[in-house]
C-alpha cells in the first residue's frame, strides 16, 4: 500500500508551487501548529490533516458561523482532511502507511504521548528515515516543565510579554491575535522547508523541535538582552522615545511613529508644532524618551483638531501612521486588494466566504489557487481507496469507528 495523492488541488489546478510534490502529514491541533502547515501548503505542499474521532478542538470554538469555526477554516485553508484513531491498532497501521510516503510529519503532542502512540521519532524514522519529523511543544522537549501544556496566552504570560504589554505600574495586558502561536508556525514552516533543503544534501532526513516558549523569547530578542552590570529591574526601553503610539483623534485613533530625524521633523512641521524639531532639548529618540511628558501632551491637542483618516491623508508618505481600523475594514482595503491577499473560497457547509490567499509571492512558482479548510473527514474515504483499501474494508473501519 502507498499513498499518492494527485499533484494537484482538490479543485483540479496543479500545484507548482516551490514545495510541490512534498507530502505533509499535519496531526496538530489549534492554531500554531495547523497554521505552520497551512504555511508549508501556501508554498505547493499537499496536507493531510488527520484529526482524531473528536475532532480538532479549535472546530468547537466559539463562532458566528453556524456549523463550523471560523477559526478552523481560517487555520487550515489548503489542506485534505481524515478521521483516524491513532489510538487503535488499525489507525496506528494506516499512519504508517502514510509515513512511508511523505516527506513531513507535524504534531504537537506533549512530550511523552508519541511514545505512548507509537508515533515517536525513532518509530517512525525508522520506517521512513528520510522524513523530517516536526515537534511542537508547548516548552520543549527537556527540563521541568516539558511535560506541560502550553497555550499562546500562558508562554505570553510567563515570558514577560505581558508585563510589557501593559501601561508602566499598570495591570499586565495579553497580547490579543495568539500571537506566540503565529510566530511559532512561521518557526515550522521555516524549521521544516531548511530541514527538507538539507535532505537534498545528505539524503536523510531529521528531528525538527519547535516550542512555544522558544517562540515567546525569539520574537522579543530586542528585549531578551540583559547586561551584567544592569540590576534587576532592568527598564527594557523599547517603546520608540515615548512618542509613538495611539492616539485619539477629532474622530477616531491614529497611529504614528517618527523615530528617524526626518519622520520627527515631518511630524512637528504638519501638526504645527516646528518648534519642537528644532528644539536640541528633542533631537534624538533617547532625548525624546526623557522628555515625553512635555512632546505628547502637546501632540495629543494638535492631533485632536483633525480625525484619523484625514491625518492619515495629511501625513501621506512623509511620517508612518495607520488611522485605526475594524477586521472587517481591511477586506475594502485598496493596498490589500493591490497584493492579491483575498481570496473567495466555496466551502461545502459554510457557502462562499472571502478569506486570506497565501503569505509569500513567488514569482515563477506561485502555486495552486487556495481552497477552504476541510469537513470533518471530507476526503478520509479517499485517502483509504488510494492506500488501497476494499469496499469492504473501508466499511468494517467506519463501523469500528477507526476512520470517520
Known sequence: MSYNPEHSSPNGEPSNGPLSGIKVLDLSAYIAGPYGCTLLADQGAEVLKIEPPSGDNLRRYPSTLEEESRA??????????????????????????????????????????????????????????????????????????????????????MSGMCSMQGEREGVPEIVCG??????????????????????????????????????????????????????????????????????????????????????????????????????TRYDSIRKRARYADEIVPLLRDSLESKTAFEWESIFGDEVPCAAVREIEDVFKEE???????????????????RGMTRAIKYGRTPGAKPFPSPVFGQHSDLVLKQLGFSESERKKLYDDGIVK
Not at 489542506?79 to 487503535?88: E, P, Q, T, Y
Not at 496506528?92 to 503532542?109: A, G, P, R
Not at 493596498?335 to 466566504?353: C, L, N, R, W
Open 72 to 157: 478552523f477554516i481560517g487555520i487550515n485553508r489548503n489542506k485534505r482532511g481524515m478521521v483516524l484513531d491513532l489510538k487503535s491498532r488499525e489507525g496506528h497501521s494506516i499512519l504508517m502507511e502514510l509515513v512511508k510516503s511523505s516527506d513531513v510529519l507535524v504534531h504537537n503532542f506533549r512530550p511523552g504521548v508519541p511514545e505512548r502512540l507509537g508515533i515517536d521519532y525513532e518509530t517512525v524514522s525508522l520506517i521512513n528515515p528520510k522524513l523530517i519529523y516536526c515537534s511542537l511543544t508547548g516548552y520543549g522537549e527537556t527540563g521541568p516543565m516539558r511535560y506541560k501544556a502550553g497555550y499562546d496566552q500562558v508562554l505570553q504570560t
Open 335 to 353: 493596498q490589500v486588494f493591490a497584493e492579491e491577499m483575498i481570496s473567495t473560497f466555496d466551502h461545502p457547509i459554510v457557502g462562499k466566504y
Open 178 to 279: 495568539s500571537v506566540v502561536d503565529y510566530y511559532a508556525a512561521a518557526l515550522i514552516a521555516s524549521g521544516t522547508a531548511s530541514a527538507l533543503f538539507e535532505r537534498e544534501r545528505s539524503g536523510l532526513g531529521q528531528y525538527v523541535g519547535v516550542s512555544l516558549l522558544r517562540s515567546a523569547i525569539t520574537m522579543q530578542s530586542a528585549r531578551f538582552v540583559w547586561a551584567e552590570s544592569e540590576p534587576s529591574d532592568v527598564e527594557r526601553d523599547f517603546r520608540s522615545g515615548g512618542v509613538t503610539g495611539i492616539y485619539k483623534t477629532k474622530e477616531g485613533y491614529l497611529y504614528l511613529s517618527a523615530n528617524t530625524p526626518h519622520f520627527w521633523s515631518a511630524l512637528c512641521h504638519k501638526t504645527n508644532l516646528s518648534d519642537l524639531s528644532t528644539n
